[in-house]
């Protein structure tokens, strides 16, 4: 049997709490059948988000106990620079507190009114950001990235063809950078290959554009290069690093993600683009040798870096992932396929194929997985998308509940608790009701819109 192995072990714990399920029911109900809206005191397994729940190592927790707390010219703040230099090859970089505060600063840099910004896929915050500076996203994922069930190892490479027919109808002018993002959250946490990226740089190249990658889920996308990229089975992560971010411009990041902490920022090796930033961080995030992170974050995010550039650290969280989505699908669950990072994506479209697109088959598959299982995963469907200016809905391209796997969290009994659940209430779909917004934001309404059954 193909048993995924942790390369670590639990040294610290957290006591979880199960409750029945007519408690469950009830919670859930409370928080208007979202799952963002629940307590965690309420929450078994809490599969919402990788982002900043990811489990430190003891050499992180140590380096903040010896952070050096200043304003400025924090010696803490030095030495993330020099690991920063040292693992991504860059010169500049600017700490921001979050990922989304670098797209704001990426975003207010680089769009003018009016500009196109082709990528392999948006995130929900990168798009928000790039709508809000008055550009527009052109989404050229290959076709397979779309689809739910496939065999291409590369689900989040850009169609090549597509970039260029983007480029020449809108006119390389209207163009205000060429995005990547690395782990392809939207689709699935899917990977684009070294060989694609390389592409997208001749593409740059030949049009004279920028290239920013979000790097944000680049140690799951970097595990891939490695054990599906035939070329970069036998190179060290940190080579790879080395060459990703040398293809590109800018490279921003949340290291609620990458680096298993919380924090964000932006590196390059372009003092241009830095200087023109850097005005940015100061007046958004704080000084520029901190940027909206604690000093205890810093250093356990040079830490961090360094243990993303080890395989035994980065290969747990895919593999727990791919070894969730092939018992769920032995046992005939549909669920996106290849098992991508940042969690297991199930495909709430086929799950629940008695409810219409316009009921949200994804959050009403999200609220009752809490309920059969106490374990919390996130909508990622037409609720995440924003409507269209005439407040019709975008139905989105896949309707997928997230169950995401936090890395270096979760036991395998507590996966096997997880598929045995979802596999019930697979089996018993049909009880599961569509859902409508009874209360609904404008701007990122997935977040703390609140809904009511149909
Ligand atoms: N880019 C990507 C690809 C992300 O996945 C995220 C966050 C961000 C940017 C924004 O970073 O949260 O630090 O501001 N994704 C989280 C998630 C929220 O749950 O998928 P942030």
Redesign the pocket.
Known sequence: KNIPLEMHKVRIIQKLTLLPVEERAKAMEEAGFNTFLLNNKDVYLDM?????VNAMSDSQQGAMLTADDSYAGSETFNELHEKIKEVFGTEYFLPA???????NIVSQYLIQEGQVVPMNYH????KAHIDVNGGRVEELVIDEGIQVTSDHLFKGNMDIDKLTACIEENGKENISYVRM??????IGGQPFSLANLRDVRQVCDQYGLILVL?A??LQDNLYFIKVREEEFKDVSIHDITLEIVDLCDIV??????LGFV???GIITKNIEHYNNMRELVTLYEGFLTYGGMSVREMAALTVGLDETMDFEMINQGPQFIEYMTEQLLANGVPVVTPAGG?GCHIDAMRFVDHLDQSEYPAGALAAAIYIASGARG?E?GTMSEERQEDGSETLSNMELV?M?LPRRVFTLSQVEYIVDRITWLYENRELIGGIKYVEEPKVMRFFFGRTEAT
């Open positions: 919402l988000t990788d982002s900043g507190h979050q990922g989304r505060a670098a797209e995130f929900t915050t990168s993002e690395a782990g392809t959250n939207l979000d944000s889920l921003y990041f949340s290291a609620r993600k919380r924090g964000g940042l996130m990622r997230r995401a």
